[in-house]
T-cell receptor, first 113, second 115 residues
């Protein structure tokens, strides 16, 4: 049973546009929601993360929006650049576990010129 | 410094070989992880070490044997692997459970090909 659903599977955005990736979860025991960026052949890099007591967190061009009642969170990439082209994974951690992350299925983002 | 290093970068091994993957971190983290990642899929957790003790084994076949010699090092010993074990093997580290920081940092991975 997949516990974190991620959409879309792939996304094409023009340079300067806004990229939006969505994730939804069912388990209310999740208490930490990170986003990872992965380039081909590389390990995932922690991009930004949020906890459920905050509705939005912004770091540079990257923003997480969190809707606790809807059990949804999303990543917004403002002013998308070709260098942002990568696969993005959302994840969630359950309270009390040994930092075990449940990952979404990933979104392949392509930013065109 | 949020660096996790892994060696080797690439490994090709036959089904009868024995090899080891190595991971190192110097962030003072006391939890370390092995993940397996197939192409176009998210990482799948294999093992978790917390304070140098194995705390999670996600029902991984015994041909994969983890080892945590000290708080900075994590090894994955491989023996009698199958072609379907070919994947990117990722190491990660974080502060252990019970702390207030949850960030988990990944290494660059070892690309393993089993022939």
């Amino acid at each position: 049973q997949q516990q974190v659903k991620q959409s879309p599977q792939s996304l094409i955005v023009q340079k300067g546009g806004i990229s939006i990736i969505n994730c939804a979860y069912e388990n209310t025991a999740f208490d930490y929601f990170p986003w990872y960026q992965q380039f081909p052949g590389k390990g995932p890099a922690l991009l930004i993360a949020i906890r459920p007591d905050v509705s939005e967190k912004k770091e540079g061009r990257f923003t997480i929006s969190f809707n606790k009642s809807a059990k949804q969170f999303s990543l917004h990439i403002m002013d998308s650049q070709p260098g942002d082209s990568a696969t993005y994974f959302c994840a969630a951690r359950k309270t009390g576990t040994a930092s075990k992350l449940t990952f979404g299925t990933g979104t392949r983002l392509q930013v065109t010129l | 410094d949020t660096e996790v290093t892994q060696t080797p970068k690439h490994l090709v091994m036959g089904m009868t070989n024995k090899k080891s993957l190595k991971c190192e971190q110097h962030m003072g983290h006391r939890a370390m992880y092995w993940y397996k990642q197939k192409a176009k899929k998210p990482p799948e957790l294999m093992f978790v070490y917390s304070y140098e003790k194995l705390s999670i084994n996600e029902s991984v076949p015994s041909r994969f044997s983890p080892e945590c010699p000290n708080s900075s090092l994590l090894n994955l010993h491989l023996h009698a692997l199958q072609p379907e074990d070919s994947a990117l093997y990722l190491c990660a580290s974080s502060h252990p459970p019970g702390t207030t920081t949850y960030e988990q940092y990944f290494g660059p991975g070892t690309r393993l090909t089993v022939t």
